[in-house]
């Protein structure tokens, strides 16, 4: 059975962080990339025996997980957030996949189902969208963007059936602290990379993504959970854009 490495990047996760560890305790490895914690993260990795932690200050999205594949020690690498939650079933399946004398492939995409609310998405862009988060380091790693980075990978990827469940927000508070930054990240790279926009574009973005999130993504069928995030979703890129055209307003 080939083995495998888990790499998570944490920054005061010390609410999530034991659920996402619990449901990786059979691999081999679990390799820790904290931002400098000011919570009891570091402490609870360090009770599992497998984790082993590393203190970087953020590199950014990108980097940071770079540097977390390239302190694994198994040439399988399964990259989690750490409020990411793995199924049983997921689990079975890439067991299943290890234990394969030759692998034919250089990575998995895996399905990732957003639980919000309490509730977990049927429907929706968040619901079994696919990522490629297990793969051979030896044929990729991910790229250095600072927000929203990929695997690069080399060779023929294949698709796991089951999913990881994304718990990603603990509450609205949560969310809109997350969403600050998560903008703020945006506006500064798109202002690097020339980009500009009028007042209006925001405006139309916003109420076109509630219709595309709500109405054509059928997040209507998610309930109450899915009316807020339809909204949350069209402030997000609301926000982003506003964001952006302040830095051009005063650069």
């Not at 679990?30 to 009891?40: A, G, L, M, Y």
């Not at 990411?84 to 034919?104: G, P, R």
């Not at 929706?124 to 490629?132: A, I, P, S, T, Y």
Request: proline share 1%; aromatic share 16%.
């Amino acid at each position: 059975m080939h083995k495998i490495s888990v790499t998570i990047i944490t920054y005061n996760e010390e609410n999530r962080i034991r659920r996402t560890l619990e449901s990786v305790k059979w691999c081999d490895e679990v390799i820790i990339v904290d931002s400098c914690s000011t919570d009891k993260t570091v402490d609870i990795c360090k009770e599992y025996s497998k984790c082993r932690v590393f203190i970087q200050p953020f590199l950014g999205y990108g980097l940071q997980k770079r540097f977390a594949v390239e302190k694994a020690s198994n040439n399988w690498v399964l990259s989690l957030d750490a409020d990411e939650v793995m199924t049983d079933t997921l689990n079975d399946e890439i067991k299943a996949t290890l234990s394969d004398a030759d692998i034919a492939y250089a990575g998995f995409y895996v399905p990732i189902t957003m639980v919000f609310m309490g509730q977990i998405f049927k429907y929706g862009d968040e619901n079994k969208c696919l990522h490629l988060r297990f793969f051979n380091k030896n044929e990729g790693n991910f790229d250095t963007q600072s927000l929203h980075e990929v695997v690069q990978l080399r060779g023929v990827t294949s698709t796991f059936k089951n999913e990881i469940l994304h718990c990603s927000y603990v509450d609205a508070h949560h969310y809109i602290h997350k969403m600050n930054d998560y903008t703020s990240i945006y506006a500064n790279e798109a202002v690097k990379k020339g980009k500009h926009l009028g007042r209006l574009k925001s405006v139309f973005r916003f109420l076109f993504e509630f219709i595309r999130q709500y109405f054509i993504k059928c997040n209507f069928l998610n309930g109450y959970p899915g009316f807020v995030w339809s909204i949350f979703s069209s402030y997000y890129v609301f926000v982003k854009l506003v964001k952006l055209y302040e830095k051009n307003l005063y650069k």
